[in-house]
């Protein structure tokens, strides 16, 4: 009877709470240094979000290598976006690191959505056949 009582207990309360798809998300979610491989190139993107009070976010791009963007070159892309729901949305303006300096800037906007797992997924990066997921490793 008791363990009937403590698992009926649990499943109410399992009902009660929030589902971490349901769950409010604010700009602390977003916050801090983001991993991943891009699907193109199979090169490796550091994303680094800060947030202030406001609502504007710092958003720091550093990839091995822009392909598309860079041939054979590194590049540094900045951007302030802002956060509406899951969605950070950002224009980046990409610099590729050339012999005789810094190219000539190139500006992207980008999206990332806050996926349900915890994961950042870049929706409208490279034309590969597969959006690059970011993983944060550092708050």
């Known amino acids: 009877m008791r363990l009937y009582l403590f698992v009926a207990s649990v499943v109410i309360l399992g009902l009660a709470v929030p589902s971490g798809t349901m769950a409010q998300v604010n700009r602390r979610d977003f916050v801090g240094l983001w991993q991943a491989i891009d699907s193109l190139d199979g090169s490796t993107q550091l ?3 800060t947030c202030s009070s406001k609502q504007d976010c710092d958003v720091r791009l550093n990839d091995t290598a822009f392909t598309d963007a860079c041939p054979d070159q590194i590049g ?4 302030e976006g802002s956060i509406q729901g899951r969605e950070l949305s950002v224009v980046l303006t990409l610099t590729c690191t050339t012999p005789d300096g810094p190219s ?3 500006m992207q906007l980008n999206k990332f959505v806050l996926e349900s797992n915890g994961t950042l997924t870049n929706i409208n990066d490279d034309p590969g056949p597969v959006a690059n997921v970011f993983h944060r ?3």
């Open 47 to 49: 994303l680094s979000i």
């Open 76 to 79: 540094f892309a900045r951007g």
């Open 104 to 106: 000539a800037p190139l």
């Open 137 to 139: 490793i550092s708050k």
